[in-house]
C-alpha cells in the first residue's frame, strides 16, 4: 500500500518558500556592513536605519514574488499589502515565498516635521522606504500587539515569479527569465538588533565572489538531487547529486556538521547523514563571461515521523451473501526507535486508528476514526460491494507525527460466480479523444485466464448510479454499440456532461453478471480534448544518459529522429559546438550532448524542444556499512532495533541485502539474504547468544559483481539477581547485641559470587567489600545506632552482568541509649522540635523501636509540651498495641512550651509497677506556665527519686541539640545516662 499523502497546499511555507526565506537571510547577513563615513549613530538612528533596510528586503520580496505596490500611497497601505498572503489559484502553480513577508503587528506611526532626529519616508516612485533627517513628515515603526490594521490575514491574486510548478515529469519546479519585478535591491544593514527580527538562516557561508561588472552574466546556482527537509531515520545516509545547470562552471560544495565545514570541489555523489545541512555554488570557469553563481544551501534531517501501519487480511474477496473479513492492523513503531534522537518516550505513545469506507463509493456507512485494541470483522451484509480500511499511527508524544495513512481494500463476488470462474473479469483503462473509433470488448478480459474469450451471452455492459462519476445519458453512452459488438467513434458530446477536470470526460462503465452489475470489474473510460497539433517531437537518445562503467568509454551514441520523414533533421551539440546529425556519435566520460528537431518547413513545423543526456563515469560501488542501535541487548527480555544504511558511490541500480548468523552455533538459526526496506527489529530471544549482521551490495548490472559491506556484531548478556539478605534479629541493642548474617544468591551455581558490605545507618563509617563465603556477625558495639548490609552479585562469566545492591538495615540503640524492654518513653512535643526536623526524626526513632517489642516487654508512651498526656497506657508490646501506639505518635504536632513537671507527675501516675526504666527526652529547658518562675527547676530531682522508689531501676535523658545541667542531674539522680544528640 502506498502512503495517503495530502497534496493539498496549506497556508505554511512550502519546501522552495523555506529556501527562499533562508536564501534571503542569508544575503541579509553577508551585506550586513557599517554606515561608512559618519560619525557612530544613534541608537534611534540605527533602528530606523535597520527597520527600513529590513522592510525594503521585504519590498524587494513581495514584488518579486508576484506583489503589486501601484495602488499603495501610504506607508500603512504598503504594510498591509506585504501583510497578505497569496490566493489558493495563484498558490497552485507558484514556487516561492506565498505567505506574508512582515510581521503582522507591524504599523507606522507618524513623526511630525517638528521632531528631532531621524525618520523614514516612503518613495512611491522608487517603491521604497528611505531614511532623512530634514524637517518633513516622515514615519517610525513599532509593534502593536492589538493592532488591527489593513492586510492582516488577507489574501490576493498574484503574478508568478521566477518559479513555477512544472507541468512535465521531469522537475517539480520550472524555471523562467520572465521576472515580475526588479532584482532585490539590497540596502546597508547594520548589525543592531531590529523591532521586527526575523530568524536567521540555519547556515551562512560566504560564497567566494569576485567583484562583478553589469554586462558579465551570473551563473545559475546548482540544483540537489534529493529536497530539502526531514527523512525517515531509516532512509540515512542517502546518496546527494548536486546537478549544475550552466555549461560553464564547477560545483564547489560544503558539508555543516556540528558547526564545523570547509569547501570541496564537487567529483560526485556525497553522502549525508541526520542533520547535514549541504551548501555549494558554481564556481565559473570563464571569468570573462560569467560571474560565481549565487549559494544554495538545504537541510536534511530525521523526521520523527511514526513509521505507517500495514494490515492482515483473512480474505481480499468475500462472498456478497454472508462473507466475513477478519482485519488485523499491525506496526512496528517502538520506543527506541525515537529514544535514538532523545527523546523521552513513554512505552504507551502510540495510539492504533482506523475507519471503513464503502469500496468505490457502494452502498453501506463511512465510519469515523476509530481507536484499534483488536482484530475486528466486517461482514458482507454492511458493504455489499466491498469496503476499504484505511489505519494510521497517532502519537500522545510532542515531536513526533503521526503516519501516513496507509489502507486495504476487501471486494465481495458473487456466490454463484467466484474468484476465478469463467464470469470473473479485469478490464483496462482507456484513453481517448475526439473522433477516435474504438470497441469496447476489446478491452475486457477474463480474469483467471486473460487468452480465453469472454461469453458475451453471460456478460454485457451495463451503467449504475453507485458510480462515483455515472452516465447522465445512457443514449450518449453508446451502451447499445457496446453490448452488440459494435465499434463506436468518440464524439464532443460523450465529454461534455462531465465538469470539474478541464473539459475531460471521466467515465465508468460496469459488466453485468446475471443481469447485476458488479463493482470490481469496471472499465474507466476518459474521454479528452484533442490538443493542438504540437511541433516536432525531440530526438531519442540510444542508450539515455547517466553513469557507465569505465569500459563502456568512449561510447557511442545513437540519434533517433521519431516525427515522419521530410519534416526535419537533428542538430547536436557537444561542447559548444554545433553540428547536423549524420550517424552515430562518439563521446567520452562526463560529456552532456544537446540536440534537437530543426524543422524543414517552419510554416509547417516549428523546431522540437531541446533534449539533453548526460554520460558521465560511475565509480565503482562501496559495500554496505552497518549501524545497530545498541551493542549488546539483555537475554532475557532486551530487544533492539537494528538499522541498515549503506555508502554507495554508484550510481547503478543496486539492491541492499542483509543477513542475521547467531554468534554461537546453533544459538539462533541463520537467516537467509534478505532485501533491506528499512529499520527492523532483532530480539535476543531469537538469538540468544548474539549474533551478526551482515550485509551487501547486489548490482542491477551484470558488469559488477555483489560488494560485501561491514559485519556488526550485537552482543547478550544476563543480567544478575540481586542477593537476599537475612538476619536472625532486627535490632542490635542490649536485648541482642549482635546479629547473624547470611546472603543466599537467586543466580545459577557458576555465574556469579556475593559480595558485602556494611555501613553505619549514620552514614559515618562504611566498610570495603568482602567476598561472602560463610555467615558473619556485627555487633552492637561496633554500631551503636544501628547497621546497614549491602550485598550485590557479581559475574564470573563476561556473559553476566552485576546485579543490583540489596539492603537490609538493622537498628541500633535507641539515641545511643540500651532499652530494658520495660521502658516508659516521655516525649517532648515542645513548639521548638519543628527545628531541624527534630520531631519527625523522634517519631521515626520511636517507631523503629517500639516495632520491636514482643508480648514479654511491656512499653508506655507520654507526650508532654505545656502539659502532658499518656498517649500509650503502660502494657505488653502486642501488635495490636504497637500499631495504635505508632497511629498516636503519627499524630504528635510540636507545639507550647517545656513542662517537665507535668511529664514526670504523669509518669508517676501510670500504674507500671514492673517498669525498669524511663527515657526522658527534651530539647529545652524546664518551662513551666503556671509557675512564678517559669523556668522552674525545683522539685524536677525529686520527682526523678520518686520514680526510683517507686521501683523504676533506671531513668536515662538524651537532649535533643541540648547540653544541659538539669537533663545531667536528672540522669544522675536516675541512675542512667545522659546524652546529647546533635542535629
Same mark, same amino acid.
Given at each position: 500500500m502506498t502512503p495517503n499523502n495530502d497534496t493539498n497546499r496549506s497556508n505554511g511555507f512550502s519546501l522552495v518558500e523555506s529556501i527562499s526565506v533562508v536564501a534571503i537571510l542569508a544575503i541579509l547577513a553577508l551585506i550586513a556592513i557599517p554606515l561608512a563615513g559618519k560619525i557612530r549613530p544613534t541608537t534611534h538612528q540605527t533602528k530606523t536605519q535597520s527597520s527600513v533596510s529590513q522592510l525594503n528586503t521585504a519590498i524587494d520580496l513581495y514584488l518579486s514574488n508576484g506583489g503589486d505596490l501601484d495602488t499603495a500611497n501610504t506607508p500603512n497601505q504598503v504594510l498591509a499589502r506585504l501583510k497578505t498572503r497569496m490566493n489558493s489559484a495563484s498558490g497552485s502553480t507558484f514556487v516561492g515565498f506565498t505567505g506574508s513577508a512582515i510581521d503582522q503587528r507591524l504599523k507606522a506611526v507618524t513623526v511630525g516635521s517638528d521632531a528631532e532626529g531621524v525618520r523614514a519616508v516612503y518613495n512611491k516612485t522608487r517603491k521604497k522606504f528611505e531614511v532623512t533627517s530634514e524637517a518633513v513628515e516622515g514615519f517610525r515603526f513599532e509593534l502593536d500587539e492589538n493592532y488591527e490594521g489593513n492586510g492582516i490575514g488577507e489574501v490576493e491574486t498574484r503574478n508568478s515569479g521566477l518559479f513555477e510548478y512544472s507541468n512535465n515529469s521531469t522537475w517539480v519546479w520550472d524555471y523562467t527569465d520572465a521576472t515580475k519585478a526588479d532584482p532585490l535591491e539590497l540596502t546597508a544593514v547594520t548589525q543592531t538588533p531590529v523591532v521586527n527580527e526575523i530568524p536567521v538562516a540555519l547556515y551562512d557561508p560566504e560564497t567566494p565572489v569576485g567583484p562583478e561588472t553589469p554586462e558579465l552574466k551570473k551563473l545559475l546556482p546548482p540544483v540537489f538531487s534529493l529536497p530539502p527537509g526531514d527523512f525517515e531515520l531509516g532512509n540515512f545516509p542517502m546518496s546527494l547529486e548536486i546537478i549544475n545547470p550552466n555549461e560553464a562552471g564547477k560545483i564547489v560544495y560544503g558539508l555543516v556538521n556540528e558547526g564545523s565545514w570547509g569547501w570541496n570541489e564537487y567529483s560526485g555523489p556525497i553522502v549525508i547523514s541526520p542533520g547535514t545541512q549541504v551548501v555549494a555554488y558554481i564556481e565559473s570557469w570563464r571569468p570573462q563571461q560569467y560571474h560565481n553563481s549565487s549559494t544554495t544551501q538545504a537541510l536534511y534531517d530525521w523526521n520523527a515521523k511514526l513509521r505507517s501501519p500495514w494490515f492482515n487480511v483473512s480474505e481480499n474477496a468475500i462472498s456478497e451473501e454472508d462473507g466475513v473479513a477478519s482485519i488485523e492492523i499491525k506496526h512496528d513503531n517502538n520506543v527506541d526507535y525515537f529514544m535514538e534522537s532523545g527523546l523521552m518516550v513513554p512505552e504507551d505513545s502510540f495510539i492504533v486508528q482506523y475507519r471503513i469506507a464503502p469500496l468505490n463509493g457502494g452502498p453501506g456507512s463511512e465510519t469515523g476514526w476509530?481507536?484499534?485494541?483488536?482484530?475486528?470483522?466486517?461482514?458482507?451484509?454492511?458493504?455489499?460491494?466491498?469496503?476499504?480500511?484505511?489505519?494510521?499511527?497517532?502519537?500522545?508524544?510532542?515531536?513526533?507525527?503521526?503516519?501516513?495513512?496507509?489502507?486495504?481494500?476487501?471486494?465481495?463476488?458473487?456466490?454463484?460466480?467466484?474468484?476465478?470462474?469463467?464470469?470473473?473479469?479485469?478490464?483496462?483503462?482507456?484513453?481517448?479523444?475526439?473522433?477516435?473509433?474504438?470497441? !469496447?470488448?476489446?478491452?475486457?478480459?477474463?480474469?483467471?485466464?486473460?487468452?480465453?474469450?469472454?461469453?458475451?451471452?453471460?456478460?454485457?455492459?451495463?451503467?449504475?448510479?453507485?458510480? &462515483?462519476?455515472?452516465?447522465?445519458?445512457?443514449?450518449?453512452?453508446?451502451?447499445?454499440?457496446?453490448?452488440?459488438?459494435?465499434?463506436?467513434?468518440?464524439?464532443?458530446?460523450?465529454?461534455?456532461?462531465?465538469?470539474?477536470?478541464?473539459?475531460?470526460?471521466?467515465?465508468?462503465?460496469?459488466?453485468?453478471?446475471?443481469?447485476? $452489475?458488479?463493482?470490481?470489474?469496471?472499465?474507466?473510460?476518459?474521454?479528452?480534448?484533442?490538443?493542438?497539433?504540437?511541433? *516536432?517531437?525531440? @530526438?531519442?537518445?540510444?542508450?539515455?544518459?547517466?553513469?557507465?562503467?569505465?569500459?563502456?568509454?568512449?561510447?557511442?551514441?545513437?540519434? %533517433?529522429?521519431?516525427?515522419?520523414?521530410?519534416?526535419?533533421?537533428?542538430?547536436?551539440?557537444?561542447?559548444?559546438?554545433?553540428?547536423?546529425? =549524420?550517424?552515430?556519435? %562518439?563521446?567520452?566520460?562526463? =560529456?552532456?550532448?544537446?540536440?534537437?528537431?530543426?524543422?524543414?518547413?517552419? /510554416?509547417?513545423?516549428?523546431?522540437?524542444?531541446?533534449?539533453?543526456?548526460?554520460?558521465?563515469?560511475?565509480?565503482?560501488?562501496?559495500?554496505?556499512?552497518?549501524?545497530?542501535?545498541?551493542?549488546?541487548?539483555?537475554? #532475557?527480555?532486551? /530487544?533492539?532495533?537494528?538499522?541498515?544504511?549503506?555508502?554507495?558511490?554508484?550510481? *547503478?541500480?543496486?539492491?541492499?541485502?542483509?543477513?542475521?548468523?547467531?554468534?554461537?552455533?546453533?544459538?539462533?538459526?541463520?537467516?537467509?539474504?534478505? $532485501?533491506?526496506?528499512?529499520?527492523?527489529?532483532?530480539?535476543?530471544? +531469537?538469538?540468544?547468544?548474539?549474533?551478526?549482521?551482515?550485509?551487501?551490495?547486489?548490482?542491477?548490472?551484470?558488469?559488477?559483481?555483489?560488494?560485501?559491506?561491514?559485519?556488526?556484531?550485537?552482543?547478550?548478556?544476563?543480567?544478575?539477581?540481586? @542477593?537476599?539478605?537475612?538476619?536472625?534479629?532486627?535490632?542490635?541493642?542490649?536485648?541482642?547485641?549482635?546479629?547473624?548474617?547470611?546472603?543466599?544468591?537467586?543466580?545459577? /551455581?557458576?555465574?556469579?559470587?556475593?559480595?558485602?558490605?556494611?555501613?553505619?545507618?549514620?552514614?559515618?563509617?562504611? #566498610?570495603?567489600?568482602?567476598?561472602?563465603?560463610?555467615?558473619? !556477625?556485627?555487633?552492637?558495639?561496633?554500631?551503636?545506632?544501628?547497621?546497614?548490609?549491602?550485598?550485590?552479585? %557479581?559475574?564470573?562469566? @563476561?556473559?553476566?552482568?552485576?546485579?543490583?545492591?540489596?539492603?537490609?538495615?538493622?537498628?541500633?540503640?535507641?539515641?545511643?541509649?540500651?532499652?530494658?524492654?520495660?521502658?516508659?518513653?516521655?516525649?517532648?512535643?515542645?513548639?521548638?522540635?519543628? =527545628?531541624?526536623?527534630?520531631?519527625?526524626?523522634? +517519631?521515626?526513632?520511636?517507631?523503629?523501636?517500639? #516495632?520491636?517489642?514482643?508480648?514479654?516487654?511491656?512499653? &508506655?508512651?507520654?507526650?508532654?509540651?505545656?502539659?502532658?498526656?499518656?498517649?500509650?497506657?503502660?502494657?505488653?508490646?502486642?501488635?495490636?498495641?504497637?500499631?495504635?501506639?505508632?497511629?498516636?505518635?503519627?499524630?504528635?504536632?510540636?507545639?507550647?512550651?517545656?513542662?517537665?513537671?507535668?511529664?514526670?507527675?504523669?509518669?508517676?501516675? *501510670?500504674?507500671?509497677?514492673?517498669?525498669?526504666?524511663?527515657?526522658?527526652?527534651?530539647?529545652?529547658?524546664?518551662?513551666? @506556665?503556671?509557675?512564678?518562675?517559669?523556668e522552674n527547676t525545683d522539685g524536677i530531682v525529686e520527682l526523678v527519686e520518686d520514680l526510683i522508689s517507686s521501683g523504676v531501676e533506671r531513668l536515662d535523658t538524651i537532649g535533643f541539640g541540648l547540653d544541659s545541667q538539669i537533663l545531667k542531674d536528672m540522669a544522675s539522680a536516675g541512675g542512667g545516662e545522659s546524652v546529647v544528640i546533635s542535629d
Open positions: 476509530l481507536t484499534y485494541s483488536m482484530p475486528f470483522d466486517v461482514a458482507a451484509a454492511n458493504y455489499s460491494a466491498g469496503f476499504t480500511v484505511y489505519a494510521k499511527v497517532s502519537s500522545k508524544f510532542p515531536g513526533i507525527s503521526e503516519s501516513w495513512v496507509n489502507d486495504t481494500s476487501v471486494s465481495t463476488f458473487d456466490p454463484d460466480n467466484p474468484p476465478g470462474s469463467e464470469l470473473e473479469y479485469t478490464t483496462n483503462y482507456l484513453n481517448l479523444s475526439d473522433g477516435d473509433s474504438f470497441n !469496447i470488448r476489446d478491452y475486457v478480459r477474463v480474469k483467471s485466464d486473460p487468452t480465453e474469450a469472454v461469453d458475451w451471452d453471460k456478460a454485457f455492459f451495463t451503467y449504475t448510479e453507485a458510480g &462515483a462519476n455515472n452516465p447522465p445519458n445512457p443514449a450518449d453512452w453508446h451502451l447499445s454499440a457496446f453490448n452488440s459488438g459494435n465499434t463506436v467513434t468518440v464524439t464532443e458530446a460523450d465529454r461534455a456532461s462531465f465538469t470539474g477536470n478541464s473539459g475531460d470526460g471521466i467515465y465508468k462503465v460496469y459488466l453485468a453478471r446475471n443481469g447485476v $452489475p458488479t463493482f470490481d470489474d469496471v472499465l474507466t473510460i476518459r474521454i479528452s480534448e484533442r490538443a493542438p497539433a504540437p511541433g *516536432l517531437s525531440p @530526438p531519442i537518445f540510444d542508450p539515455k544518459g547517466g553513469y557507465f562503467h569505465s569500459s563502456n568509454f568512449p561510447l557511442e551514441v545513437t540519434l %533517433t529522429d521519431p516525427n515522419p520523414p521530410g519534416r526535419g533533421k537533428i542538430v547536436y551539440t557537444i561542447n559548444g559546438e554545433s553540428n547536423d546529425y =549524420t550517424g552515430p556519435i %562518439t563521446v567520452e566520460a562526463d =560529456t552532456k550532448v544537446y540536440a534537437y528537431i530543426e524543422s524543414l518547413d517552419t /510554416s509547417k513545423y516549428s523546431n522540437s524542444s531541446t533534449a539533453s543526456e548526460h554520460y558521465r563515469l560511475s565509480v565503482e560501488p562501496n559495500g554496505p556499512w552497518v549501524w545497530a542501535s545498541k551493542s549488546e541487548i539483555e537475554a #532475557s527480555t532486551g /530487544s533492539t532495533t537494528v538499522y541498515i544504511g549503506f555508502t554507495n558511490q554508484s550510481h *547503478l541500480s543496486y539492491e541492499i541485502q542483509y543477513q542475521l548468523r547467531p554468534l554461537v552455533p546453533g544459538e539462533g538459526a541463520e537467516t537467509a539474504w534478505t $532485501p533491506y526496506h528499512g529499520g527492523f527489529s532483532v530480539g535476543a530471544p +531469537q538469538f540468544p547468544k548474539g549474533f551478526e549482521i551482515a550485509s551487501k551490495i547486489v548490482p542491477s548490472d551484470s558488469a559488477y559483481s555483489e560488494i560485501f559491506g561491514e559485519v556488526e556484531t550485537v552482543t547478550t548478556y544476563v543480567q544478575l539477581q540481586a @542477593p537476599t539478605i537475612n538476619s536472625n534479629v532486627d535490632s542490635i541493642n542490649a536485648k541482642n547485641p549482635e546479629a547473624l548474617i547470611t546472603l543466599e544468591n537467586p543466580n545459577p /551455581s557458576g555465574t556469579s559470587e556475593m559480595a558485602y558490605r556494611t555501613q553505619s545507618l549514620d552514614g559515618s563509617q562504611t #566498610s570495603a567489600w568482602s567476598t561472602y563465603s560463610n555467615p558473619f !556477625i556485627v555487633k552492637g558495639s561496633d554500631f551503636p545506632e544501628g547497621v546497614k548490609i549491602i550485598a550485590k552479585a %557479581t559475574p564470573l562469566d @563476561p556473559v553476566y552482568r552485576e546485579s543490583s545492591e540489596s539492603v537490609k538495615a538493622i537498628s541500633g540503640k535507641f539515641f545511643d541509649i540500651d532499652i530494658t524492654w520495660k521502658t516508659i518513653f516521655i516525649l517532648d512535643s515542645s513548639g521548638s522540635m519543628v =527545628t531541624n526536623d527534630r520531631l519527625a526524626r523522634l +517519631q521515626s526513632q520511636v517507631v523503629a523501636v517500639i #516495632s520491636e517489642f514482643g508480648e514479654d516487654d511491656s512499653f &508506655a508512651i507520654i507526650d508532654y509540651d505545656d502539659s502532658a498526656a499518656v498517649i500509650s497506657d503502660w502494657g505488653p508490646g502486642t501488635e495490636s498495641r504497637i500499631q495504635s501506639a505508632i497511629a498516636s505518635l503519627s499524630s504528635m504536632e510540636a507545639g507550647g512550651a517545656t513542662n517537665y513537671h507535668a511529664a514526670l507527675e504523669a509518669a508517676l501516675s *501510670l500504674a507500671a509497677d514492673d517498669a525498669t526504666q524511663v527515657i526522658f527526652l527534651s530539647d529545652g529547658l524546664p518551662f513551666a @506556665p503556671e509557675a512564678s518562675n517559669p
